[in-house]
Protein backbone atom coordinates (compact mmCIF):
# COMPACT_ATOMS: atom_id res chain seq x y z
CA UNK A 1 0.00 0.00 0.00
CA UNK A 2 1.07 3.35 -0.69
CA UNK A 3 0.78 6.73 1.08
CA UNK A 4 -1.76 9.06 -0.09
CA UNK A 5 -2.03 12.41 1.31
CA UNK A 6 -4.82 14.98 0.10
CA UNK A 7 -4.44 18.35 0.52
CA UNK A 8 -8.14 20.12 0.05
CA UNK A 9 -8.50 23.79 -1.10
CA UNK A 10 -11.49 25.67 -0.92
CA UNK A 11 -12.68 27.77 -3.61
CA UNK A 12 -15.11 28.85 -6.27
CA UNK A 13 -16.22 26.86 -9.11
CA UNK A 14 -15.24 27.66 -12.24
CA UNK A 15 -17.21 26.41 -15.09
CA UNK A 16 -14.25 26.02 -18.11
CA UNK A 17 -13.03 22.60 -15.63
CA UNK A 18 -16.59 20.30 -16.21
CA UNK A 19 -16.13 21.62 -19.63
CA UNK A 20 -12.41 20.25 -19.82
CA UNK A 21 -13.99 16.86 -18.76
CA UNK A 22 -16.95 17.08 -20.82
CA UNK A 23 -14.06 16.36 -23.16
CA UNK A 24 -13.73 13.38 -22.06
CA UNK A 25 -13.65 11.06 -24.80
CA UNK A 26 -12.60 8.57 -27.33
CA UNK A 27 -10.00 6.06 -28.20
CA UNK A 28 -7.51 5.71 -31.15
CA UNK A 29 -5.09 3.30 -32.59
CA UNK A 30 -4.36 1.55 -36.03
CA UNK A 31 -2.45 -1.13 -34.02
CA UNK A 32 -2.88 -2.52 -30.87
CA UNK A 33 0.20 -2.05 -28.54
CA UNK A 34 2.55 -4.85 -27.48
CA UNK A 35 3.75 -5.87 -24.31
CA UNK A 36 5.57 -2.90 -24.09
CA UNK A 37 3.57 0.86 -22.98
CA UNK A 38 6.55 2.06 -21.70
CA UNK A 39 10.56 1.60 -22.45
CA UNK A 40 11.70 2.18 -19.15
CA UNK A 41 8.81 0.30 -17.81
CA UNK A 42 9.92 -2.78 -15.39
CA UNK A 43 8.17 -5.48 -17.25
CA UNK A 44 9.10 -8.18 -14.95
CA UNK A 45 6.76 -6.29 -11.78
CA UNK A 46 4.09 -8.26 -11.57
CA UNK A 47 2.26 -4.78 -10.53
CA UNK A 48 3.41 -3.69 -14.15
CA UNK A 49 2.04 -7.10 -15.69
CA UNK A 50 -1.31 -6.62 -14.25
CA UNK A 51 -1.33 -2.82 -15.76
CA UNK A 52 -0.37 -3.72 -18.92
CA UNK A 53 -2.76 -6.32 -19.28
CA UNK A 54 -5.26 -3.46 -18.30
CA UNK A 55 -3.80 -1.12 -20.77
CA UNK A 56 -4.19 -3.51 -24.02
CA UNK A 57 -7.57 -4.94 -23.02
CA UNK A 58 -8.54 -0.99 -22.92
CA UNK A 59 -6.50 -0.67 -26.65
CA UNK A 60 -8.16 -3.87 -28.18
CA UNK A 61 -11.84 -3.14 -27.34
CA UNK A 62 -13.90 -0.71 -25.86
CA UNK A 63 -14.11 -1.04 -21.85
CA UNK A 64 -17.46 -0.84 -19.96
CA UNK A 65 -18.02 -1.34 -16.11
CA UNK A 66 -20.06 0.67 -13.40
CA UNK A 67 -20.62 4.46 -14.81
CA UNK A 68 -20.37 5.56 -11.14
CA UNK A 69 -19.15 4.98 -8.07
CA UNK A 70 -16.01 2.75 -7.15
CA UNK A 71 -14.64 0.58 -9.83
CA UNK A 72 -12.07 -2.46 -9.51
CA UNK A 73 -9.81 -3.26 -12.70
CA UNK A 74 -12.23 -6.73 -12.56
CA UNK A 75 -15.02 -4.54 -13.42
CA UNK A 76 -13.85 -3.30 -16.95
CA UNK A 77 -14.83 -5.32 -19.87
CA UNK A 78 -15.42 -5.31 -23.35
CA UNK A 79 -18.56 -3.39 -24.63
CA UNK A 80 -21.52 -5.45 -25.54
CA UNK A 81 -24.98 -4.55 -27.21
CA UNK A 82 -26.02 -5.82 -23.98
CA UNK A 83 -24.86 -2.40 -22.22
CA UNK A 84 -26.90 -0.24 -24.76
CA UNK A 85 -30.35 0.74 -23.59
CA UNK A 86 -32.19 1.99 -26.65
CA UNK A 87 -35.71 3.17 -25.89
CA UNK A 88 -38.29 1.87 -29.13
CA UNK A 89 -39.44 5.52 -29.67
CA UNK A 90 -42.75 6.08 -31.03
CA UNK A 91 -40.99 7.92 -33.79
CA UNK A 92 -43.87 11.33 -33.15
CA UNK A 93 -41.34 14.44 -33.55
CA UNK A 94 -43.34 16.03 -35.76
CA UNK A 95 -43.82 19.84 -34.44
CA UNK A 96 -41.45 18.83 -31.93
CA UNK A 97 -38.41 20.95 -30.52
CA UNK A 98 -34.99 20.74 -28.61
CA UNK A 99 -33.07 23.59 -28.02
CA UNK A 100 -29.13 22.73 -27.26
CA UNK A 101 -27.12 24.35 -24.85
CA UNK A 102 -23.86 24.61 -25.07
CA UNK A 103 -21.09 25.24 -22.55
CA UNK A 104 -18.59 27.13 -24.44
CA UNK A 105 -18.64 27.83 -28.17
CA UNK A 106 -14.90 27.09 -28.68
CA UNK A 107 -14.28 24.04 -26.77
CA UNK A 108 -13.14 21.29 -29.15
CA UNK A 109 -15.10 18.58 -27.62
CA UNK A 110 -18.04 20.50 -26.63
CA UNK A 111 -18.30 21.56 -30.66
CA UNK A 112 -17.62 17.91 -31.37
CA UNK A 113 -20.60 16.93 -29.12
CA UNK A 114 -23.02 19.81 -29.81
CA UNK A 115 -22.46 18.97 -33.51
CA UNK A 116 -23.72 15.07 -33.01
CA UNK A 117 -26.44 16.07 -31.34
CA UNK A 118 -27.74 18.32 -33.55
CA UNK A 119 -27.07 16.25 -36.86
CA UNK A 120 -28.36 13.39 -35.31
CA UNK A 121 -31.81 15.05 -33.66
CA UNK A 122 -32.71 16.42 -36.78
CA UNK A 123 -32.66 13.19 -38.91
CA UNK A 124 -35.08 12.22 -36.15
CA UNK A 125 -37.05 14.43 -37.52
CA UNK A 126 -37.33 17.27 -35.02
CA UNK A 127 -36.45 21.34 -35.27
CA UNK A 128 -33.52 22.36 -33.48
CA UNK A 129 -31.94 25.19 -32.10
CA UNK A 130 -28.47 25.72 -30.57
CA UNK A 131 -27.12 28.18 -28.38
CA UNK A 132 -23.46 28.57 -26.57
CA UNK A 133 -22.60 29.79 -23.08
CA UNK A 134 -18.97 30.93 -21.55
CA UNK A 135 -18.75 29.46 -18.38
CA UNK A 136 -19.74 32.16 -16.72
CA UNK A 137 -23.05 33.00 -14.34
CA UNK A 138 -24.02 35.66 -16.85
CA UNK A 139 -23.03 34.04 -19.80
CA UNK A 140 -24.96 30.46 -18.95
CA UNK A 141 -27.93 31.97 -17.76
CA UNK A 142 -27.90 34.02 -20.99
CA UNK A 143 -28.21 30.91 -23.27
CA UNK A 144 -30.80 28.91 -20.79
CA UNK A 145 -33.02 32.05 -20.99
CA UNK A 146 -32.46 31.76 -24.82
CA UNK A 147 -33.85 28.59 -25.08
CA UNK A 148 -36.76 29.28 -22.28
CA UNK A 149 -37.89 31.63 -24.61
CA UNK A 150 -38.17 29.89 -27.67
CA UNK A 151 -40.57 27.13 -25.12
CA UNK A 152 -39.07 23.75 -26.71
CA UNK A 153 -39.99 20.35 -25.96
CA UNK A 154 -36.92 19.61 -24.25
CA UNK A 155 -33.35 20.89 -23.57
CA UNK A 156 -30.24 19.23 -24.25
CA UNK A 157 -27.64 20.73 -21.81
CA UNK A 158 -24.06 19.64 -23.08
CA UNK A 159 -22.10 21.52 -20.02
CA UNK A 160 -23.52 24.33 -19.05
CA UNK A 161 -22.88 23.90 -15.64
CA UNK A 162 -25.40 23.78 -13.31
CA UNK A 163 -24.34 25.71 -10.39
CA UNK A 164 -25.24 28.42 -13.17
CA UNK A 165 -28.43 28.45 -14.03
CA UNK A 166 -30.07 26.77 -11.09
CA UNK A 167 -32.92 29.76 -11.52
CA UNK A 168 -33.58 28.75 -15.54
CA UNK A 169 -33.61 24.96 -14.12
CA UNK A 170 -36.11 25.72 -11.80
CA UNK A 171 -38.25 27.56 -14.28
CA UNK A 172 -37.49 24.70 -17.12
CA UNK A 173 -39.33 22.21 -14.58
CA UNK A 174 -42.18 24.17 -13.35
CA UNK A 175 -43.30 24.51 -17.19
CA UNK A 176 -42.74 20.84 -17.82
CA UNK A 177 -39.74 21.24 -20.08
CA UNK A 178 -37.76 18.39 -19.59
CA UNK A 179 -34.01 19.32 -19.27
CA UNK A 180 -30.62 16.27 -20.01
CA UNK A 181 -27.70 17.12 -18.40
CA UNK A 182 -24.60 14.82 -20.08
CA UNK A 183 -21.60 15.95 -17.62
CA UNK A 184 -23.02 14.25 -14.55
CA UNK A 185 -25.54 12.47 -12.80
CA UNK A 186 -28.08 12.59 -9.93
CA UNK A 187 -25.67 12.02 -7.52
CA UNK A 188 -22.91 14.64 -8.03
CA UNK A 189 -25.20 17.31 -9.85
CA UNK A 190 -28.38 18.14 -7.96
CA UNK A 191 -30.49 20.43 -9.75
CA UNK A 192 -34.04 20.42 -11.41
CA UNK A 193 -32.66 18.18 -13.94
CA UNK A 194 -35.43 15.33 -15.56
CA UNK A 195 -32.39 12.81 -16.51
CA UNK A 196 -28.98 12.38 -16.79
CA UNK A 197 -25.93 10.73 -18.62
CA UNK A 198 -23.04 9.38 -16.55
CA UNK A 199 -19.51 10.64 -17.77
CA UNK A 200 -17.74 7.40 -16.91
CA UNK A 201 -15.22 9.44 -15.29
CA UNK A 202 -14.30 6.45 -13.27
CA UNK A 203 -13.70 4.04 -16.44
CA UNK A 204 -10.88 6.27 -17.72
CA UNK A 205 -9.27 6.92 -14.15
CA UNK A 206 -9.00 3.54 -13.76
CA UNK A 207 -6.87 3.57 -17.42
CA UNK A 208 -5.34 6.78 -16.11
CA UNK A 209 -3.91 4.64 -12.78
CA UNK A 210 -3.06 1.55 -14.62
CA UNK A 211 -0.65 3.76 -16.90
CA UNK A 212 1.29 5.79 -14.69
CA UNK A 213 2.35 2.12 -12.73
CA UNK A 214 3.22 0.80 -16.46
CA UNK A 215 5.46 4.06 -17.26
CA UNK A 216 6.83 4.61 -14.38
CA UNK A 217 8.04 0.76 -13.85
CA UNK A 218 5.76 0.66 -10.71
CA UNK A 219 7.70 2.99 -8.87
CA UNK A 220 5.65 6.10 -9.61
CA UNK A 221 5.58 9.71 -7.12
CA UNK A 222 2.66 11.22 -8.05
CA UNK A 223 1.32 14.62 -7.81
CA UNK A 224 -2.58 13.92 -8.41
CA UNK A 225 -3.94 17.98 -9.17
CA UNK A 226 -7.53 17.30 -8.11
CA UNK A 227 -11.05 18.51 -9.68
CA UNK A 228 -12.86 18.53 -6.66
CA UNK A 229 -14.76 21.16 -6.63
CA UNK A 230 -16.32 20.27 -9.79
CA UNK A 231 -18.19 16.97 -8.59
CA UNK A 232 -19.60 16.51 -12.31
CA UNK A 233 -16.19 15.28 -13.49
CA UNK A 234 -14.30 14.74 -10.10
CA UNK A 235 -13.05 10.83 -9.35
CA UNK A 236 -10.30 9.73 -6.96
CA UNK A 237 -10.10 6.00 -9.45
CA UNK A 238 -6.70 6.74 -10.20
CA UNK A 239 -5.47 7.59 -6.95
CA UNK A 240 -6.80 4.60 -5.25
CA UNK A 241 -6.09 2.17 -8.46
CA UNK A 242 -2.21 3.35 -7.86
CA UNK A 243 -2.69 3.25 -3.87
CA UNK A 244 -4.02 -0.67 -4.27
CA UNK A 245 -1.93 -1.93 -6.75
CA UNK A 246 1.76 -0.45 -6.72
CA UNK A 247 3.42 -0.94 -3.13
CA UNK A 248 6.84 1.14 -4.45
CA UNK A 249 4.36 4.36 -5.46
CA UNK A 250 3.41 7.35 -3.36
CA UNK A 251 0.33 9.68 -4.37
CA UNK A 252 -0.58 12.79 -2.80
CA UNK A 253 -3.12 15.12 -4.28
CA UNK A 254 -3.83 18.93 -4.66
CA UNK A 255 -7.14 20.87 -5.18
CA UNK A 256 -6.91 23.05 -7.89
CA UNK A 257 -9.36 25.95 -9.05
CA UNK A 258 -8.65 28.41 -11.39
CA UNK A 259 -5.55 26.97 -12.43
CA UNK A 260 -7.14 25.07 -14.83
CA UNK A 261 -7.78 27.60 -17.46
CA UNK A 262 -4.95 30.43 -16.93
CA UNK A 263 -1.47 28.86 -18.45
CA UNK A 264 0.31 31.39 -16.41
CA UNK A 265 -0.92 30.18 -13.10
CA UNK A 266 -1.14 26.77 -14.31
CA UNK A 267 2.67 26.97 -14.52
CA UNK A 268 2.85 28.44 -11.23
CA UNK A 269 0.83 25.96 -9.10
CA UNK A 270 3.59 23.23 -11.44
CA UNK A 271 6.47 25.63 -9.92
CA UNK A 272 5.39 25.17 -6.34
CA UNK A 273 3.92 22.01 -5.85
CA UNK A 274 7.65 20.52 -7.47
CA UNK A 275 9.56 22.29 -5.43
CA UNK A 276 7.81 21.31 -2.27
CA UNK A 277 7.75 17.55 -3.26
CA UNK A 278 11.14 17.11 -4.69
CA UNK A 279 10.39 13.35 -4.78
CA UNK A 280 7.77 14.10 -7.22
CA UNK A 281 8.34 11.92 -10.28
CA UNK A 282 4.69 12.61 -12.16
CA UNK A 283 2.38 15.76 -12.45
CA UNK A 284 -1.14 14.38 -13.26
CA UNK A 285 -3.32 16.63 -14.81
CA UNK A 286 -7.26 15.09 -14.87
CA UNK A 287 -7.90 16.63 -18.22
CA UNK A 288 -5.80 17.08 -21.61
CA UNK A 289 -7.69 20.49 -22.55
CA UNK A 290 -6.45 22.48 -19.34
CA UNK A 291 -3.04 24.05 -20.43
CA UNK A 292 -0.96 21.19 -20.23
CA UNK A 293 2.11 22.80 -22.25
CA UNK A 294 2.49 25.27 -19.22
CA UNK A 295 2.48 22.48 -16.89
CA UNK A 296 5.34 20.70 -18.72
CA UNK A 297 7.36 24.00 -19.97
CA UNK A 298 7.37 24.48 -16.36
CA UNK A 299 8.31 20.99 -14.94
CA UNK A 300 11.13 21.05 -17.55
CA UNK A 301 12.52 23.96 -15.91
CA UNK A 302 12.85 21.71 -12.99
CA UNK A 303 13.97 18.74 -13.89
CA UNK A 304 12.86 15.25 -14.69
CA UNK A 305 9.21 15.37 -13.48
CA UNK A 306 6.75 14.21 -16.49
CA UNK A 307 3.88 15.26 -16.98
CA UNK A 308 0.46 13.31 -17.69
CA UNK A 309 -3.03 13.94 -18.52
CA UNK A 310 -6.04 11.94 -19.10
CA UNK A 311 -9.14 12.69 -20.91
CA UNK A 312 -9.76 15.19 -23.65
CA UNK A 313 -8.48 12.83 -26.80
CA UNK A 314 -8.56 14.90 -29.90
CA UNK A 315 -5.96 17.41 -27.45
CA UNK A 316 -4.10 14.48 -25.79
CA UNK A 317 -4.14 13.02 -29.02
CA UNK A 318 -2.00 15.88 -30.68
CA UNK A 319 -0.04 15.61 -27.45
CA UNK A 320 0.79 12.34 -27.88
CA UNK A 321 1.95 12.71 -31.41
CA UNK A 322 4.07 15.72 -30.31
CA UNK A 323 5.61 13.87 -27.74
CA UNK A 324 4.38 15.59 -25.11
CA UNK A 325 2.67 12.72 -23.30
CA UNK A 326 2.28 9.55 -23.51
CA UNK A 327 -0.95 8.20 -23.37
CA UNK A 328 -4.14 8.94 -23.67
CA UNK A 329 -7.67 7.90 -21.89
CA UNK A 330 -11.36 8.89 -22.12
CA UNK A 331 -14.77 7.68 -23.04
CA UNK A 332 -16.44 7.40 -26.50
CA UNK A 333 -18.44 11.23 -26.95
CA UNK A 334 -20.71 10.23 -29.32
CA UNK A 335 -21.54 7.73 -27.04
CA UNK A 336 -22.62 9.77 -24.36
CA UNK A 337 -24.68 11.89 -27.17
CA UNK A 338 -26.57 9.07 -27.65
CA UNK A 339 -27.25 8.67 -24.93
CA UNK A 340 -28.84 11.70 -23.68
CA UNK A 341 -31.05 11.53 -26.91
CA UNK A 342 -32.39 8.67 -25.65
CA UNK A 343 -33.25 10.18 -22.68
CA UNK A 344 -34.77 12.77 -24.12
CA UNK A 345 -37.02 10.17 -26.40
CA UNK A 346 -38.43 8.27 -23.56
CA UNK A 347 -39.21 11.29 -21.66
CA UNK A 348 -41.52 12.53 -25.41
CA UNK A 349 -43.06 9.12 -24.97
CA UNK A 350 -44.19 9.77 -21.40
CA UNK A 351 -41.99 7.30 -19.91
CA UNK A 352 -39.31 7.27 -17.53
CA UNK A 353 -36.08 8.09 -18.03
CA UNK A 354 -33.13 5.99 -17.02
CA UNK A 355 -31.25 5.84 -14.18
CA UNK A 356 -27.74 7.12 -14.58
CA UNK A 357 -26.57 4.02 -13.59
CA UNK A 358 -27.61 2.94 -16.82
CA UNK A 359 -26.03 5.38 -18.55
CA UNK A 360 -22.70 6.64 -19.47
CA UNK A 361 -19.84 5.75 -22.21
CA UNK A 362 -17.32 3.08 -23.19
CA UNK A 363 -13.15 3.63 -21.91
CA UNK A 364 -10.68 3.69 -23.83
CA UNK A 365 -6.64 3.85 -24.00
CA UNK A 366 -4.03 3.97 -26.51
CA UNK A 367 -0.21 5.74 -26.68
CA UNK A 368 2.07 6.79 -29.03
CA UNK A 369 2.71 2.84 -30.67
CA UNK A 370 -1.42 2.51 -31.48
CA UNK A 371 -1.65 6.01 -32.89
CA UNK A 372 -4.96 5.90 -35.71
CA UNK A 373 -4.17 6.89 -39.34
CA UNK A 374 -5.34 10.31 -40.42
CA UNK A 375 -4.89 14.08 -38.83
CA UNK A 376 -4.63 14.10 -35.67
CA UNK A 377 -4.31 17.79 -35.04
CA UNK A 378 -7.42 17.92 -32.46
CA UNK A 379 -10.18 16.17 -35.12
CA UNK A 380 -12.23 13.94 -33.64
CA UNK A 381 -13.37 11.71 -37.01
CA UNK A 382 -10.46 9.37 -36.78
CA UNK A 383 -10.69 8.56 -33.20
CA UNK A 384 -14.93 8.42 -33.63
CA UNK A 385 -13.83 5.65 -36.33
CA UNK A 386 -11.35 3.33 -34.75
CA UNK A 387 -13.94 3.23 -31.72
CA UNK A 388 -16.41 1.70 -34.33
CA UNK A 389 -13.87 -0.44 -35.69
CA UNK A 390 -13.76 -1.79 -32.06
CA UNK A 391 -17.33 -2.14 -31.53
CA UNK A 392 -19.98 -0.67 -33.49
CA UNK A 393 -21.96 0.82 -30.66
CA UNK A 394 -24.66 2.96 -33.15
CA UNK A 395 -26.20 -0.36 -34.77
CA UNK A 396 -28.18 -0.86 -31.82
CA UNK A 397 -29.52 2.83 -32.04
CA UNK A 398 -30.15 2.65 -35.82
CA UNK A 399 -32.25 -0.62 -35.80
CA UNK A 400 -34.40 0.51 -33.71
CA UNK A 401 -34.68 4.53 -34.08
CA UNK A 402 -34.61 3.92 -38.30
CA UNK A 403 -31.66 6.44 -39.45
CA UNK A 404 -28.67 6.43 -40.15
CA UNK A 405 -26.15 7.74 -38.00
CA UNK A 406 -22.78 6.40 -39.48
CA UNK A 407 -22.68 9.02 -42.28
CA UNK A 408 -22.44 11.45 -39.35
CA UNK A 409 -18.93 9.75 -38.36
CA UNK A 410 -17.97 9.33 -41.50
CA UNK A 411 -17.69 12.96 -42.72
CA UNK A 412 -16.04 14.48 -39.46
CA UNK A 413 -12.22 15.27 -40.16
Same mark, same amino acid.
Given at each position: ?192 ? =? $?? *??? @? ?12 ? &? #? /? ?69 ? =? $?? *??? @? ?12 ? &? #? /? ?89 ? &? ?13
Amino acid at each position: MSRTTTREVSSRRLGVVAAAIACLTLVTACSTPDTEASGDADHSNPEVVAAQALLKKGNESLLYGPTEGSVDPGDLRPLTEADIHVHDWSGDAKGKRIFIVQGNGANPALIHQVNLAKAWLKKLGFEVRVAAGDFTPAGDQRVMDLALQWNPDAIYDISVLPVNIGAQLAEAKKRGIPVVYTVGTENNTPGEF =A $AW *VSQ @STNLSMLLFGAQLI &V #E /SGATANVMSVRAKLFPEIESPVAEKYIKDNCKECEVKSFDATNQFHDPVAMASLTTSLIRSNPKMTYFALP =A $AC *VPV @SAAIQAAKQLGDVK &V #E /STGCPATAAQMVRNGEISGVTGVVEPMSVLGGIDQILRMLDGEDPLPSEQTGPAAFYFDKDSMPEGKLDGNFGPIDRWALERFDYLKPYEK &VWGIDLHSEIEKQK
